[in-house]
């Protein structure tokens, strides 16, 4: 039994997951796998990657492609979320903020420094033409640290995904005050290089698994009301979320690709440069 550590975000995105431990069937092929929460989101994977506590990770793009580029012994394998990740800009119930204009030399409450919350700041930023040079970032550890901030006055704003974030618009902690796309597929899965020598035909058996799940995650009875139920989320947002989320076609990730997404992090200063995409990919059936 080959023992493998995978870890992604506690959200509905990830739910194949569940399914496809729960029904053992990586065990059946021989893999004992292990998933981790990560509340904290892709900062706090990108360092337990580099630190060799997880093998895979699900991990957003643009977190994982600048922790590559800064050292992160990883590949990107394949694409896990294809369509983008609604960002919802928010700030607390009793904030005098009324508009995403009002914030340009606000604070902006962060997870970490390379996680999701602060790229798409600096991306928001950049889309609304106020320097990046300027912003001002609260560190908050994760969801709750967040909620925290906003609702102390620690911090002005905060990014975090729509629907995620729904029911705490929905109860009046949140006020949000609109959405920020990634310009680019939301969610990719990345692999210890050490793994990839070493293990590298059961880390195809695991992604081979996994996909087939997300194949026809739409179609399994119910899913609607499963998500719903275990994630806290009302069934109209949830079925909203599934007509707007499309999981991987299975096809390999490109040099192409990754090179448009970096033109793109480098245009938004999300990195200084870049680097040649073949180093950062590393596609397991060609």
Known sequence: MVNLKVGGVPEHFNYPWYITLKNKEYTKKGINLRWKDFPGGTGAMCKSLREGEIDIAIVLTEGIIKDIINGNPSKITQTFVQSPLIWGIHVGAKSSFKTIADLEHATVAISRYGSGSHLMAIVNA?????????LKFKVVGNLQGGIDALTNGDADYFMWEHFTTKPLVDNGTFRRLGDCPTPWPCFVVAVRNEVLENNLEEVKTVLNIINNCTEDFKSIENIDQTLAQRYEQQLEDIQEWLSITEWTDGNPVTKNLITRIQNKMVHFNVIDE?????????NLYI
Do not use: V, Y
């Open 126 to 134: 950049h889309n609304n033409g106020w320097d990046i040079d300027k």
């Open 274 to 282: 870049k680097k040649d995409s073949g180093e950062l990919i590393r």
